[in-house]
């Protein structure tokens, strides 16, 4: 993996399952808010990149997709720590039902998945990882630690 720092982002290339362990602590390390976006197309890794920054955590949970609970909820030493995928959100109304408002309003560490979908119930100001594939076994990252929710750029599909 070759990481660079440019301006307001890391970009990290030639990313593999091998370098999880190591990315997933360096973006805990740079993050600078509790809500963080995973954007990336379906099957491009969020989950399981989501599952190595809980790890870096310091959770021993063993996280899956949320897909079908949509919001699940983990333990570690450092307190609670939410992943939202709101993939099947029909609108933000389910969002409301779920209780998303009152995940967000904690302030534990939050990573959504297709954040879009609730985009106008995110905090002004989140940290924002986009996945890239680069060929079947290596993706190129982006990981912004700060950017409103006005510069994410969404739908990587």
Request: hydrophobic residues 35%; aromatic residues 10%; glycine residues 8%.
């Amino acid at each position: 993996m070759q990481s660079t720092f440019q301006n307001d982002h890391w970009r990290f290339e030639q990313v593999t399952l091998a370098d999880l362990k190591g990315l997933a602590a360096l973006i805990l390390e740079h993050s600078q808010h509790s809500v963080n976006l995973l954007e990336a197309p379906m099957g491009s890794g969020k989950t399981t990149l989501c599952n190595a920054i809980l790890q870096a955590w310091g959770s021993e949970d063993r996280g899956s997709s949320p897909t079908f609970a949509l919001i699940e909820e983990h333990h570690g030493p450092k307190g609670t720590f939410y992943h939202l995928d709101a993939y099947r959100l029909e609108d933000e109304e389910e969002a409301y039902d779920v209780g998303l408002e009152e995940y967000l309003e904690d302030g534990c560490p939050m990573w959504i998945e297709w954040g879009e979908k609730v985009r106008s119930l995110l905090p002004y100001k989140v940290g924002v990882v986009y996945i890239r594939k680069s060929t079947e076994i290596e993706r190129t990252v982006l990981f912004y630690p700060s950017l409103s929710t006005n510069q994410i750029q969404w739908n990587h599909e």
